[in-house]
């Protein structure tokens, strides 16, 4: 009783905690968006590598359409997104691949060889506007556990040509994938996400929609906000690849090099060697 009357604390016995005093905590360190400067609309500036401010405008984000048509929570998703993107300064192109004319590879291996495909049609010009985008809003719904036919067109298209040669290496990507029921969540993902093209993944959002659709896009409004904001300090601040990503890239490169474009059999790979000892691959 000595210790209360002279208003003493009773000595704790040794491994008791203190509970009369506030435990104290270390501050969290900020996350990436908020260590960033930030601009008179308390968005992050864009520089260049160097550090030097970019004007408004100059973030190119190609925004490319999977699906066959124009309605669907994934169409509605990607223009939710798109327009949250153009309101923060970035230049969107929207491109739906049903309104292009893409025609089917036909193996001709002629891009591998020249750099030039055999086929006439849109996708010289998507090619190019690709290699010009600072990143990508991507997105398509499962369909028949994988993806839709219209994607894969696209996606055997720009195999060879962008993939290949690493042309989207470093690019960032922001995709969203829906599902009726539950499957096809994986294979969806390696093509939205361009998987093997060395580019920088952002976030991936699958949503189960039901049979028939119930969800809405406003149900879910502050998630696909949030992703793309992420994708647009991504691009600003020049994120690097993922440790992940750079490892898997290091390990398919060997492969590539060694088994494919060092022997390059009768010249089929003339053009993604050129590509690859242009950029110090080889």
Same mark, same amino acid.
């Given at each position: 009783?000595? #210790?209360? !009357? ?9 491994g008791?905690r203190? #509970?009369s005093?506030p435990?104290?905590?270390?501050p !969290?360190?900020?996350?990436? %968006?908020q ?8 968005r992050?500036?864009?520089? &260049?590598?160097?550090?030097?401010r970019l004007?408004e ?5 190609m925004?490319?359409?999977g699906?066959?048509?124009r ?14 993107l ?6 969107v ?5 049903a309104d ?10 002629q ?11 849109d ?8 290699r010009?985008a ?10 028949n556990?994988y ?9 055997e ?7 290949f040669t ?9 995709a ?12 969806l993902?390696r093509?939205?996400?361009f998987?093997g093209?060395q580019?920088s993944?952002?976030a991936y959002?699958f ?12 149900d879910?409004?502050g998630?696909?906000d949030?992703? +793309? ?5 991504a691009?600003?601040?020049? +994120? ?5 990503? !750079?490892?898997?890239?290091a ?6 090099r060694?088994f494919m ?5 009768g010249?089929v790979? &003339?053009?993604?060697?050129?590509? %690859?000892? &242009?950029?110090?691959l080889?």
């Open positions: 009783m000595a #210790h209360r !009357r002279l208003g003493r604390r009773r000595p704790r016995p040794p008791e203190d #509970h005093r435990r104290s905590r270390l !969290r360190r900020p996350r990436l %968006w260590r960033l400067p930030r601009g008179p609309e308390g992050p500036p864009r520089t &260049d590598p160097r550090g030097r004007e405008g100059t973030m190119k984000v925004a490319i359409y699906n066959p048509t309605e669907g929570f994934v169409h509605g998703a990607l223009d939710h997104v798109a327009q949250r153009a309101a923060t300064g970035a230049e192109e929207r491109l739906r691949l292009a004319a893409i025609r089917d590879c036909v193996g001709c291996f891009c591998l060889r020249t750099g030039v495909c055999s086929i006439q049609d996708m010289s010009g998507i090619i190019e506007r690709m010009a600072d990143g990508f809003l991507t997105g398509a719904s499962v369909r556990g993806f839709p036919a219209l994607y894969k067109r696209f996606y298209r720009i195999t060879y040509l962008l993939g690493r042309d989207l290496g470093g690019k960032h990507v922001l969203i994938g829906a599902v009726g029921m539950a499957t096809g969540k994986k294979h993902r093509q939205l996400m998987d093209f580019t993944p952002v959002l949503f189960h929609v039901g049979i028939p659709t119930r969800l809405r896009v406003e879910v409004a998630r696909l949030r992703a +793309a904001d992420r994708l647009a300090t691009i600003a601040s020049h +994120a690097p690849l993922p440790l992940s990503a !750079r490892l898997s890239g390990i398919n490169g060997f492969v590539m060694q474009f060092k022997p390059n059999p010249g790979y &003339d053009y993604i060697v050129q590509r %690859w000892r &242009d950029k110090g080889m």
